[in-house]
């Protein structure tokens, strides 16, 4: 059997780990913007991404204080603008006309690196009810596990 036309879509991912770091340290209305960490990352940038990648090796991971605060709420908080964007590009992307051109679904990269393995698992939903964040790494070891939906 063969399809008429082809099957394009996509799936709008990113890691889920660092959301809401990577916000903090590039967006300039961020609180953490001129904070001396953020000045240094944007200053080298691939130093300061294996410094904050570095959480995803850890048996216990956990958001890097200077930047995310004593809880991590800070970076949590700070992963709903760009998550907001992953939904927002996923379904600006998907051609919802009677054409049906184009299909893209929302999802993330849930990625841990225990003893530098990595396991990158891209999680796509077949809808838009998604939780209010991506789970990460973090989260689901035991540090301020999410799980409400949208």
């Given at each position: 059997?063969?399809?008429?036309?082809?099957?394009?879509?996509?799936?709008?991912?990113?890691?889920?780990?660092?959301?809401?770091?990577?916000?903090?340290?590039?967006n300039?209305?961020?609180?953490?913007?001129?904070?001396?960490?953020c000045?240094a990352?944007?200053?080298?940038?691939?130093?300061?991404?294996?410094m904050?990648?570095s959480v995803?090796?850890?048996?216990?991971?956990?958001?890097?204080?200077?930047?995310?605060?004593t809880?991590?709420?800070?970076?949590?908080?700070?992963?709903q603008?760009?998550?907001?964007?992953?939904?927002?590009?996923?379904?600006?992307?998907?051609?919802?006309?009677?054409?049906?051109?184009?299909?893209s679904?929302?999802g993330?990269?849930?990625?841990v690196?225990?003893?530098?393995?990595?396991?990158?698992?891209?999680?796509i939903?077949?809808?838009?009810?998604?939780?209010?964040?991506?789970v990460?790494?973090?989260?689901?070891?035991?540090?301020?596990?999410?799980g409400?939906?949208?």
């Open positions: 059997m063969q399809i008429e036309r082809p099957l394009d879509f996509i799936a709008v991912t990113d890691h889920s780990e660092l959301l809401g770091e990577r916000e903090l340290r590039i300039p209305d961020s609180p953490e913007y001129t904070n001396k960490f000045v990352y944007r200053e080298a940038e691939f130093r300061g991404t294996l904050l990648a995803l090796s850890m048996k216990v991971p956990q958001r890097i204080e200077m930047l995310c605060g809880d991590g709420s800070l970076c949590r908080d700070s992963a603008l760009p998550w907001q964007m992953i939904l927002q590009a996923a379904e600006d992307a998907y051609d919802r006309s009677a054409e049906c051109s184009f299909t679904f929302i993330y990269e849930y990625t690196t225990p003893g530098t393995s990595s396991y990158h698992r891209n999680v939903f077949r809808n838009n009810s998604v939780p209010l964040l991506p990460s790494y973090i989260e689901a070891n035991g540090n301020h596990a999410m409400a939906t949208q």
